[in-house]
């Protein structure tokens, strides 16, 4: 099993910036490929970011390219995704996710094996 929790979330100002985490805990190893994905009121997953734990390979959808990027601090077992550059559209929950076994970033939120519980991103306008 593996363990994710999200946290960073909060409400900013468009135009502003924020960085949200996910600690990974359990039998979490190189072999996960962790992505973020968002939903917004009314909405489905839609796809964020990936990065390949093993290669550092990353993954971004059209609509944060440019403005998000995502990292991780391999001894902590931590993922990051900064923001920047927010839009009222970016309002959602943000969950990361973890896909074990992946050599190339997934878009596919249901082929992951582990989810956390989300995060609250508001951005105001």
């Known amino acids: 099993q593996v363990q994710l929790v999200e946290s960073g979330g909060d409400l900013v100002q468009a135009g502003g910036s924020l960085r949200v985490s996910c600690a990974a805990s359990?039998?979490?190893?190189?072999?996960?490929?962790v992505s973020w994905f968002r939903q917004a009121p009314g909405k489905e997953h839609e796809f964020v970011a990936a990065i390949v734990w093993s290669s550092l390979r990353t993954d971004y959808s059209e609509a944060v390219k440019g403005r998000f990027a995502i990292s991780r601090d391999n001894p902590n077992k931590r993922v990051y995704l900064q923001m920047n550059g927010l839009k009222p559209e970016d309002t959602a929950v943000y969950y990361c996710?973890?896909?074990?076994?992946?050599?190339?970033?997934?878009?596919?939120?249901?082929?992951?094996?582990?989810w956390g519980q989300g995060t609250q991103v508001t951005v105001s306008s």
């Open positions: 359990g039998f979490f190893s190189s072999r996960y490929t």
């Open positions: 996710a973890a896909d074990y076994g992946t050599e190339l970033p997934n878009r596919r939120g249901d082929e992951y094996d582990y």
